[in-house]
């Protein structure tokens, strides 16, 4: 899944979406972790619904993924129980960490600023739905 994080996509994937997707199915999200439903995917790959999930975010990211925990316990049961399961990968969500990318970033920001201010469109506005 690479889809944008809105109210309307919070928990697309849900204990519904899963128990109609072919049973052993793989879930792919490397988007953002509220699109998923931790819970109800537990329950999919306890089953055998889900045939196994690799994710680089997760809902609660913020209280986890960008600090060393290295040496201590990890408070959250929820990705505790996800990562028990053979057939999770959860890697960083660090992508946007190279070079390249930092890159693109910056020089996105300044255009859109240069554009903003001397009143042109917006190459890359995102505007709410209506």
């Known amino acids: 899944m ?6 309307q996509t919070y928990h697309i994937v849900n ?10 199915a793989l879930l792919v999200n490397t988007s953002r972790g509220g699109l998923v439903d931790t819970e109800a995917a537990i329950e999919a790959l306890k089953s055998g619904q889900l045939g196994g999930i690799a994710i680089d975010v997760y809902e609660q990211e913020a209280d986890i993924f960008f600090k060393d925990l290295s040496s201590t316990v990890i408070a959250d049961d929820v990705i505790q ?12 969500h660090q992508a946007f960490f190279t070079r390249e990318a930092l890159g693109t970033i910056l020089d996105t920001t300044l255009m859109s600023v240069s554009d903003f201010a001397a009143g042109r469109p917006l190459a890359n506005e995102v505007v709410a739905p209506s």
Not at 2 to 7: G, K
């Open 15 to 24: 204990a519904r979406s899963l128990a109609r997707v072919k049973r052993g």
């Open 2 to 7: 690479h889809v944008p994080l809105t109210p």
């Open 81 to 92: 129980r996800l990562v028990s399961f053979p057939n999770v990968i959860l890697t960083g």
